[in-house]
Structure formats: structure tokens, C-alpha cells
């Protein structure tokens, strides 16, 4: 396969196939196509590959091959991981612990496990994204806590997690701590503290239907779900022969090189991160500065709609994704950003490639600006500024209802300078993006938020003083 | 790819990938490799070639669009589709209704439904296989029935099952019917008459990791297990578009001629049926000789070990698979044999492909009798017959304990004509497949079973009269 466009800048959201991936799985439909775990000489022949790929794939995450076992998806290693966990362990309580920026599957995971008499606990994370430990090594010493997970890496800032730690921390209290590997598994360490940790092959060019889940020994898991003999009981069906050679083939290949082009897709990513606020007014960069994964950016735009950025931005050639979901049908921005408190709208996520060079990086950096004032541009206008005589302290009304984030904080920007210093304005708004978009623009901004309260029929009232 | 060899007669275990199916999955490598649900112009590209896709196999189908889902496996979506109808008719029962026939699939389904809280009732099949309607209907009528599941074809055996009839009848009680397409959708038809039905890609040339669920219109279902929004909630993780693309052509191209085909190789599967037990002493056919899948026959040999004539059959160029395991780990015959009454001894499942002809065939029927003769030669002696004198009935014992099936019945076939017509033998054994050996064996050789005791030890007690 061709690497993708050079504008290409959602790799987080996976890559087209590796070359070495594609050559492989052609190479395994010949002799792989059939279910190992049958007595004919094609089942021998598919076993001796997946055998290979294993011990390969094994080496490489420095895990013994018995402790390694492919599901259908990242989702599936991953949802597995934790539930079996919380099944091997339902002796020590019902309690999953997780940190309140980790992917949806483990949310969905949560939801799952709630309906089934489960408890969740969820701990905090800083403005970086960073979960706060001593919260979550609290948290886990609890009674009931039966499992815990923590990403390597949070998928939406980049923001690494303090697995080694945690993983220690929690052993000492007897509690296994799934890692959720992800991105940081094409640039980084395996996370060897961790009893399970999990994977997904298409971050690193390997096709889809091919997740990794760890289980090292000692370990106590049981399936969650029906199962049969597949991988140990690890999976279900059999196993995808050509896909996991495919994987392995591109987990080396990516990872033989991963020193050199971690340093390089850093560089590309200090030069975005360094260069945003100074081309794009009203606009901040999430996630922490150094400890971070090396490929990944996210900053968010005040005044502006993340989708609609998001479409102009591929309209002039680069694709991202974006964290605000202000006009999807949700309505629910990201949980990441908003346990973060950061600013939701006008969110874009950056995720580099091998492809990716410091021309295109450069050709991004001067569309930016463009783009985002075109949007800007196309922001309706704002409603009027009603005076209330009323016995509310803050008797100027700005009426946002029944419009979608970002424009509630376009409104607050617009009207607030007509305000006398130390005077009060009461947002109305009913998008519950507000909350977060308002408080995050009150900060960025020097003002006041003095409090918010229910204003019924689903709206909250925000008071903002004018401080500056 | 190639067809694989024409001694490969294991088409029921899966098939190399169908060449049209290689070749449409190389060329979505260009074009979906992109997550489809993304706003990028490479997920875009990825969701035509996957509503595409999902069209061309709705058509193929006869169903809508939107009634068919991907999953990552046949399994994945059998299990899906029986478990998502028991959460989505909780209100109506917890009790789920199978034959005693299907795929292993639904019994760890079944098994893991249980465990949490539900109920299972399984009904009975004749000597063909095929389920005994009136119990299936008369079970499915009780209170509390949420569900019933049934194949279109038994995997093993090859008999069909009346699903339209189960279907219309279940309908007018208001349970819906999940019905197995497995094998019978190659070359038959789609169940039209079920609420849900499910399809493994693996069968017809299509690549691992696609297996497609059909939930009609109007039928209640549920996700019984943590779900994002793909595939409208049916699947989790990224659908896996390439494989998809490819399991879609292959369906096409393998339908397109399954008529003709359906028909020479129901010819090459009579030839068998005819010409097995005239070449190979005391073996029995199983399953309905017409009313079956064309493709696939089952016999029995007695005294042989069905693995080790399945090493033989492998030496000599042909790849079968067996329903015993008298010889592995679990020591479990098949569940379909015995739900049967069948012979459980020396089962060789063939299973034909689109390469294979009538000259493979021949050659096949040339070599059995003496790949048979070989593996009957390797049977160790019987344990001798001893009188004793004591208060029971039958006082000439043979010890077979610690002896595996086929032993046991072999012991029994030599020792039985030593005795005088009208005497009785006692066989001890504690291999549980002898249960239903010793049976088959004494219908087949016209011999009476007078009765059997447990005789202590886990082993039990057969009490056999010689009748001629």
C-alpha cells in the first residue's frame, strides 16, 4: 500500500496497510487460510504461521507467546481484557476503576458492567489530561475494587499516563491494573509492569479484525463472554491467520525504526504545538508539552465549531479528527476535554505518520489561519443584550438558547466588552457543551465565572462578571 | 488463490480465499482502510465501498440494508444474534430453545446464558439429525420461551432442518426464531421465513474475520454485550472493510453458479453414500440421504478410532475431519452423534469443494478400504471373558475399563459369539462414548441390550444377550 495522502494527519484514527503488511498477508493466503486448530495438513501448516507470528509478535512485546492471544479488534482485546479481569477477581468485589479520559470502549465496558450489578469508580485527571494518581491509588485501596485500567496514552491530547507507577502502586494493594497500550505501543515500551495490556494492530498499519491482548502469569482472568477454544479461551472463532501475520509483519517494521522517527514526529509535533497560538488568535494547546506521545497534538479554537473546521481543513487537503461534537447528533463533546476542563469547541487532533514531512507540516501551518477565519466568518450573528429590571443580581440577559455550541461563548466574547468593568451578564444556554466551553473561555479570558444554576426547561444560567 | 488441493474434502472447516474474494480485498486496501465512520475524505471513500458492499449482499439475501450487519466472525454473529433476541424479549422469559444439534457455538452460548440467570431447553432429533418439530414447537410454546434456535443444516451430518415450518409455527407463538444459514447458504437458499438469521464468510471462500447477522425489521433485539455504535450497535470496533468487500464478492461469485454446482456435487456425495459401506465392511451412512446438503456426507466405521483414520486418510493426500474424539483431550464424542443415537466410533465427516471431481472421488473410495483396513490392524487384543459365580444375571464379564473407545465395542464384537444364543455378556467400561457405541453397535448387529447399571468407579455395567 501507497502511505496515505501527506495531508494525511489522523493517523490516531488508523493507517492504510503497511507495505510489509499487504506482502505478508498475500503471502499467508496460501498457506493460512485454514482454521489451525484442525488434524489436515493445511490446519498444520496455518498453525506453523500463527505459531511464528506469536513467538514473533511475542518478542517483541518482551511477553512469553502463551501470554499473548489476538482478537478481532483493538475494541475486543481491550473490553476483553478488563471484563475477564473483573470475572478472574469477582471474589475480591465488583469494583472497576478507571480514569476519566480513557477510550469509549472502556466506558461502554463500564456501562456493560454497571447493568450487570457491577460498581465503577472513575478518578480525575489534571488540565494536561494526566490522572491524578494519589486520587487513583486511593481509589483502588478501596474495599470491592476488583480491577483498575489506565491508558498508556490519552488518545485525544496525548498526555502520557503514569502506568509504571500505577501498576506498581496498585500490585503493592493486590489489584490488577489493565493497561490500555494503544498508541504508545508504535513509539514506545510495552508496558511490562502491567499483569494485561492490550492493543490495537491498525495504529501501526496492520489491517483490521486484529486486536493484542496480554495476560501475563500469575494473573487471575476468566472469559466474560461465551467462548470456546480459541486462544486458549482468550477468543472466539478461529483465528484470523493471514490478518495477525499481516499485523506482526507491520508491528516489527514499525517498531524497528521507532526510535529515529519518534524523535522526528516530535520535532513536526513541537513546531505545530509552538506555531498554532502564534498564527491562530484565541486558540490553545492541550496536553502536556514533553510527556506526551511523540506524533500527536490536539489544540482547540475559541469561536468555532470543530466539525465544520474539521470539513474546511479536508476541503484544502488535510484530514483530522476533532474532540468537539457540537453539531453531531450527540450533542456530547468529548468526555477527555471536558474531564480536563479544557476548552471543547473548535477541537482538532493532529496524528502524524511516517509520511508525514516538515513541508507538509509547514503547508498545514499556513492554511490553518485561512480556515479557521473562514469559519469563524460564517458564525451567525449573536442576540441582543436584554436589560432586566428584575431583583437578580445580574440583570443583563444574553438569551443563548436553542443555540449550539461554540455559539453561547461567541455571544459571552461579543457582549461581555459592552459591560462596564465589575459588572454581571447572565448566559442563558441549553447545550450542555456550555458548561464547559464557558467556565474554559472565562479562564483563557481573565473573567470571572461567579456561578451557574438551572434556569428550567433544560437551560442553566451562567453569571459572568466582567473582570478586564 | 488456488482451490486447494483436490484431496482437500474439509470445505465444511473452511475454504482458501475465493480468487475474486483476493482480489477485491487488494484493491480496498486503496481505498478502505479508513475507519468508514469518520468525517475524512478516506472514510468517506471507506463507507461507499462498505455501503456498497452491504447493498450487493442485502440483494444476494433478499433482505434490506439495513437488516444486515458485519461482525468479526460466524460465531461472533450466531452468538450475537441468539443472545442480542433473549436480551431484546426479556420482558417475555428468560428461556432460550435449541436442538440437540447445533453448532457448539450456541451451546457455549448457552452455557454463558445460564451462568447468568437464564434457562435452555433443547429438543430432540430422530436418527437423521433432524429436530423432532412437534417437541421443537410444543417447547417453544411453554411460558417463558424468549428465543429458539435452529440450523438450516446440520454441520456435521449434513441433514437439513424444517425452518420455514419451525419459523411459520414459532411465529404464531410469538417467539422468534434465529436461524444458523451456516452451510445451507452456499448452495440453498436464505431462511426468509426467520426473524434473524446468521452466515459465516469463511464457508464460501470468503476471508476470515466477516460474519454477516440479519435482524429483520420489527424484531426485538437488543446488544447482549458492550457495543459502540458500529454497525448501528450490532458489532464493536471499526468494521473491518477490506474483508468485508472481499466476503461480498465471494458470496456473489459463489451463488451465481450454485445451482449447477449444488447438483454435481450432490452427485460426487451419492456416489460416496452408495459406495462406502459396500467397500468398507460394517460401516453405517448418517444423516438424510435426500433431503441434506449437497456437498456434505458423514459415516461411521466400527472399531476404528475416528482420529487415527483421520491420519491415515491425511498420509495418503485426503484432508477429511471427524465427530469423534474418542482419542483427544476432552474425550467427548460429538453432540451430534449422540443426540442421533449414531455410532460415535470412527465418524468421517467429508465436506466437498468446487475443485473437487469425480476422479477425486474415485481415487477417494479406492483408498479408504485400506486406510480403514490399516487402522483396524492397529487395535491392540481384547481382555479376556471371565465366568464368575456370583448372583447375578450375567455372569460372563468382560473388564473393558481403562480401554478407549473404540475398544470397547471391538472387545464386545469378539467376545459376543463365543457365548450361546440367549446367553448374556456383561461389558464393563468407563469410557462415556461406550454408552452410545454399545447401543448403536447392538442396533446394528441386530443384538439386544438388556440394560446397563453403574458399576461403581465411574465405570458402568452393559448387559448384552446374544440374539443370533
Known sequence: MDQPGSGYFDAAAGLPLHPVAAEAMQAAWADGWADPSRLTGAARRSAILLDAARQAAAEELDVRPDELSFLPSGVHALQHGLLGSLAGRRRAGTVLLHSAVEHSAVFAAADWHRVHGGEVEVAGVDGTGRVRISEFVELAGRPGVATAVLQAANHEVGTRQPVAEAAEQLAGLGVPLVVDAGHDLVYGRPPDEAPVFTADARLWGGPAGVGLLVVRHGTRWRPPFPTDESESGRSLGPPNVPAIVAAVAALRATRAGREAEGRRLAGLVDRIREQVPLAVPDTVV???????????????????????????????????????????????????????????????????????????????????????????????????????????????????????????????????????????????????AAAGDIAAWCRMRGQQLVGQQDAGDGGTAYRVRRVR
Open 286 to 432: 492541550l496536553g502536556d508539552p514533553v510527556d506526551r506521545l511523540p506524533n500527536l497534538v490536539t489544540f482547540s479554537c475559541l469561536y468555532l465549531d470543530g466539525e465544520a473546521l474539521l470539513t474546511e481543513l479536508d476541503r484544502r487537503g488535510f484530514a483530522v479528527s476533532s474532540g468537539s461534537s457540537c453539531t453531531s447528533d450527540t450533542l456530547t463533546p468529548s468526555h477527555v476535554l471536558v474531564a480536563m476542563g479544557a476548552l471543547t469547541s473548535g477541537n482538532v487532533r493532529i496524528s502524524l505518520h511516517p509520511g508525514v514531512g516538515q513541508a507538509d507540516v509547514e503547508r498545514f501551518l499556513a492554511v490553518l489561519p485561512d480556515a479557521v477565519a473562514a469559519v469563524r466568518a460564517q458564525a451567525p450573528g449573536s442576540p441582543a443584550v436584554r436589560e432586566t429590571e428584575g431583583r437578580t443580581e445580574a440583570a443583563t440577559v444574553l438569551d443563548s438558547r436553542g443555540r449550539r455550541c461554540p455559539l453561547p461563548v461567541l455571544d459571552l466574547a461579543r457582549a461581555l466588552p459592552d459591560l462596564a468593568i465589575g459588572a454581571e451578564l447572565t448566559v442563558l444556554a441549553d447545550d450542555p
